[in-house]
């Protein structure tokens, strides 16, 4: 599985491209926790790192969510397919129940 280029529908290429680059970024910051507990860094020194990791995974996730919404459910909702429609919603609705205890 590679990065899209142009012609890959639904996902756009930048937008790919901007969050492999952010994943990038938290990997270094997962890789700088680890050295900080090996090198029995200060609690809370950790706990604020760990907090920024969090922060910054959920911006991605909303980000992804997003473009879900905007390509994969708009293009099942634009077919016309009930079953490809109800298909996209229940897997939304299973991943949000999941996360959200519902």
């Known amino acids: 599985m ?3 280029t142009e012609q ?3 996902h756009e290429t930048a937008k790919h ?10 990997e270094g910051q997962v890789r700088g926790v680890s050295a900080m507990v090996a090198e029995d ?3 809370i020194d950790i706990l604020t790192q760990l907090s920024a990791i969090k922060s910054a995974l959920a911006s991605v996730e909303r980000e992804v969510l997003k473009n879900h919404a905007r390509h994969c459910l708009e293009s ?3 077919s016309g397919d009930p079953a490809d429609q109800r298909e996209k919603f ?3 609705v299973a991943l949000l129940s999941k996360h959200y205890k519902l």
């Open 17 to 26: 491209k901007a969050t492999l680059d952010r994943l990038k970024r938290i």
């Open 8 to 10: 890959d529908a639904p």
């Open 90 to 92: 229940e897997e939304l």
């Open 41 to 43: 860094r200060y609690c």
């Open 2 to 4: 590679g990065i899209a």
């Open 76 to 78: 099942a909702i634009a």
